[in-house]
């Protein structure tokens, strides 16, 4: 009996989704140790994962490069018809999903339905995308010769996924490569793996071929020995990663000696600004949206909100009040809106955030320390400033620091003034403001009067070290596909 059964998680319809192997060449591989996965709710080990090392790896890139010369010579239509028996197939198992991804990452389980939807999304995009990979005819000078250009896939991909969106950052990497004609060798994080198992066995029932979707799960004590063996394989042609500036800046370090690519979604800073003639309640709203999905740890959460003078008290008693009201717990609890801090480590990293605060003086509204053990209480802080931690860092967790500016150019500066640039927000009811200040954000994507940015129709990811390259939408295959031109001479 697994631990699963035992009692540690939630029953599924399905219990056959809980896989704990790797799978490599379209083999279940239990490699030669295991280790823990634990509820971060509760503590408890939830099911003893395969250990991948980096033998494991290497086996995981012949299957991968043995399968591309068949995948890339399948049809765009048969591939496209194969992404979207997947997508039917995850939408069909989405309350087993959500399950499994609440037990390992702790969100909401109304929130883990959300991200299953919205990570099956990117499937269904992609599955039509693939029969769109389109080429162009060029016309050139020469009368007797004609020019095409070709997308064709760049090869073995390699994906590392990060554990708050164990489901929809797997998807959004794999689902575009498979498009492509690209086989995939996919890393997990070492604390969801479950989810991404999951999604593995239900790619084997969809009928994707063996090997053209590899999974190589590891403990953290294996994490930089398989990154560095990606990133050593010549096979591997592209690499795309999830996570912290800093370990994509080791990635792209170690890529340099085979010329990866890369795609890079990596930290960010996000600005939140708020004009005096927002209009509050949505301003409120689109801050708890932004700011508490996945109790804070997100790239893309509101992260400094820069609120103007007239409106700034109004804004940080509304906020407080809301933040205030939220319930935290158990995710698989009805009504619990904020789940747990991932480890300890990220409850300790609040705790310091906040001290920080307070030392340089923020005032503390509401929260400011933890609930039970598992729990950071979502946190206002008001009197905010830019020597402070929370103004220079990314804080991945559920607390608000609110700063004031009195001038669009102030909100601007401020909001500008950091080395990331993956998302912003802005809150005025002046349409001319909204697509100016707009503009002028340096960042990848913006919420204009609104906090909910994701969709798998608009390209994802950001600017200066935020990272490189773009998910999702019709741009998301161009990381995929290398161009080809073919001059054809001698046609009179
Ligand atoms: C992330 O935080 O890394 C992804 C969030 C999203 O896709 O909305």
Redesign the pocket.
């Given at each position: 009996m697994t631990l699963w059964e035992a009692g540690a998680g939630q029953p599924l319809d399905d219990p056959s989704l809980l896989r704990t192997d790797g799978l490599i060449g379209g083999r279940w591989t239990a490699g030669k140790v295991r280790h823990d996965i634990s509820n971060p709710a509760t503590g408890e080990p939830l099911a003893k994962v395969a250990n991948l090392d980096e033998g494991d790896v290497e086996a995981a890139i012949s299957a991968a490069a043995s399968a591309f010369p068949r995948w890339r010579a399948t049809s765009a239509r048969q591939r496209s018809r194969l992404l979207m028996e997947w997508y039917h197939l995850i939408r069909r198992h989405e309350d087993d999903l959500a399950r499994i991804l609440t037990a390992e990452q702790g969100k909401p389980l109304g929130e883990s339905l959300s991200e299953v939807r919205y990570g099956a999304s990117y499937v269904e995009w992609f599955a039509e995308e693939a029969r769109r990979l389109n080429g162009e005819i060029v016309p050139v000078e020469d009368t007797a010769t004609r020019a095409l250009v070709l997308r064709q896939p760049v090869g073995v991909c390699a994906a590392i996924t990060?554990w708050?969106?164990p489901l929809?950052?797997v998807t959004r990497k794999v689902a575009p490569a498979l498009a492509a004609g690209c086989p995939v060798v996919l890393k997990p994080s070492e604390q969801t793996p479950l989810t991404a198992l999951a999604l593995a066995e239900l790619t084997v029932r969809a009928g994707i071929p063996d090997g053209v979707i590899n999974v190589v799960p590891a403990a953290r004590d294996r994490a930089a020995e398989i990154g560095a063996a990606l990133c050593a394989s010549p096979v591997i042609r592209h690499l795309s990663f999830?996570g912290s500036t800093d370990i994509g800046r080791l990635l792209m370090r170690q890529s340099a000696t085979t010329v990866k690519r890369l795609s890079l979604?990596l930290g960010g800073n996000a600005p939140f600004l708020v004009f005096d003639d927002a209009d509050l309640d949505s301003a409120v709203e689109g801050a708890i949206a932004s700011k508490f999905r996945n109790a804070g740890q997100?790239?893309?959460c509101a992260n400094r909100f820069l609120v103007q003078d007239g409106i700034h008290d109004a804004f940080v008693s509304r906020l407080t009040e809301r933040a205030a009201s939220l319930r935290c717990g158990n995710g698989i609890e009805r009504d619990v809106q904020i789940g747990p801090l991932i480890d300890e480590r990220a409850l300790r990293r609040m705790e310091t955030v906040v001290t920080d605060a307070l030392s340089h003086g923020a005032m503390l509204e509401t929260g400011g320390q933890r609930i039970g053990q598992r729990h950071f209480a979502p946190t206002v802080l008001s009197k905010a400033s830019h020597a402070m931690r929370c103004a220079q860092e990314e804080i991945f967790g559920p607390i608000a620091p609110v700063f004031r500016f009195r001038t669009e150019e102030d909100a601007i500066l401020a909001a500008n003034a950091s080395e990331a640039g993956l998302a912003a927000y802005v809150f005025t009811r002046d349409m001319g403001r909204l697509i100016r200040v707009s503009e002028a954000l340096e960042c990848g994507m913006v919420g204009a009067n609104t906090g909910r940015i994701?969709n798998a129709e608009l390209p994802?990811g950001g600017v200066k070290q935020s990272g490189l390259g773009r998910e999702g939408s019709r741009h998301g295959l161009d990381d995929y596909v290398e161009l080809k031109s073919i001059t054809l001479g001698g046609l009179e």
């Open positions: 990060p708050n969106f929809a950052m999830t979604e997100t790239c893309v994701s994802f």
